[in-house]
């Protein structure tokens, strides 16, 4: 069940005033005793925070609740993530010093919709993200999306994927052991791949207490690997 908008409001709010005020989303985390995991969750419009926790993030921001349902900030909030593409960027990405990658909308529970190129359709677009270019990035027709659950959350793990961080995945064709999304018929899923033979696949998480799952390649709709882990945006 989806919050309302106004959640996911309050999120990109406090989101862009922090990055206004040049903190990390660790700092302020510190800063309101909050554990960053739930405040990358609050940013990312995934819960809906309590009113004393809005009180922490306003103290912190040196801002007053109220701000956080202000139409004017909403209006303004949306105005600049709209304009995350404006003219002033067009020169830097035609000429190669930065790359678009559009962060996807895209929930779990959802099915995408592709074209007969595998490229993913009517997907709102969250926000687009201007990257340094890279080898990983270069051809890849990367997009982004937010981790929804903390299915492939292993703390103290080299691979540690929270919910509300961003992975941004591309067309590049994955190897057995990559991480990836799956796009199957009934759901997208973000995990481990172990390529069994010709017909079947495993998808492994992270988090045990998420089972594992065999499927067969006939129920693949696409697979995308993931290129790149953003932990703090």
């Not at 900030?73 to 993530?81: L, T």
């Not at 559009?102 to 099915?111: E, F, H, K, T, W």
């Not at 990035?137 to 929804?148: E, V």
């Not at 499927?215 to 709709?221: E, F, K, N």
Request: net charge positive; hydrophobic share 45%; aromatic share 6%.
């Amino acid at each position: 069940m989806s919050l309302p908008a106004i959640h996911r409001y309050i999120g990109r709010i406090i989101h862009l005033m922090r990055r206004e005020k040049g903190m990390r989303q660790s700092e302020l985390a510190l800063l309101t005793g909050l554990k960053q995991p739930n405040l990358s969750r609050i940013e990312n419009g995934l819960v809906s925070p309590r009113r004393n926790t809005l009180e922490k993030i306003a103290k912190a921001l040196g801002v007053e609740v109220q701000t956080f349902y202000s139409e004017s900030k909403v209006q303004e909030v949306e105005r600049k993530w709209a304009a995350s593409m404006g003219p002033k960027h067009a020169a830097l990405l035609l000429t190669g010093k930065l790359v678009p990658v559009p962060v996807l909308d895209i929930s779990a529970a959802q099915p995408v919709q592709l074209d007969s190129s595998g490229n993913i359709l009517d997907t709102r677009r969250e926000v687009m993200l201007q990257l340094a270019p890279d080898a990983a990035l270069h051809d890849a027709h990367p997009f982004a999306i937010r981790i929804d659950d903390d299915a492939m959350h292993k703390p103290g793990g080299a691979d540690d994927f929270r919910p509300g961080e961003l992975a941004i995945f591309g067309a590049t064709p994955p190897k057995s052991g990559d991480f990836v999304l799956v796009a199957l018929k009934d759901s997208n899923v973000f995990r481990r791949v172990i390529f069994v033979d010709a017909e079947q696949l495993r998808l492994v998480p992270l988090n045990a207490v998420y089972p594992e799952r065999t499927v067969a390649r006939a129920d693949v709709r696409q697979l995308w690997r993931l290129l790149k882990h953003i932990r703090d945006y």
